[in-house]
């Protein structure tokens, strides 16, 4: 169920970078969290010796991209398969 909630959140990150305008008031704080988020499973899949964290380094782009305004091509959309994917995995 927790990768529900989280992939609901990444489609709401990949909609808050693909709509920045219609969602300014929440870049600041969607921006942290994901950041955080990315931070947290690259971090930890370095400490295993684990270094293709693909999802991982995503959240870490897509906070970039929210809190420095870094224009980096479909990275949206990646964030958007990833909260797809995500839903699909944790529902089963």
């Known amino acids: 169920m927790l990768l529900v909630v989280l992939g609901i ?5 990949g909609l808050t ?3 920045k305008e219609f969602f300014s008031g929440l870049i600041l704080t ?5 950041l955080i988020k990315g931070l947290f499973s690259v971090l930890g899949s370095l400490m ?7 999802l991982g380094w995503i959240d870490l782009l897509a906070g970039i ?3 420095f305004n870094v ?7 990646a964030v958007i398969i990833k909260g797809v994917y995500s839903i699909i995995m ?3």
């Open 17 to 19: 970078i693909l709509f």
């Open 71 to 77: 224009n980096i091509p479909l990275i949206w959309l």
């Open 90 to 92: 944790g529902w089963k």
């Open 30 to 34: 969607v921006g942290v969290i994901v």
């Open 65 to 67: 991209v929210l809190l």
């Open 48 to 54: 295993n010796k684990f270094f293709l964290d693909i």
């Open 9 to 13: 959140f990444d489609i709401l990150v």
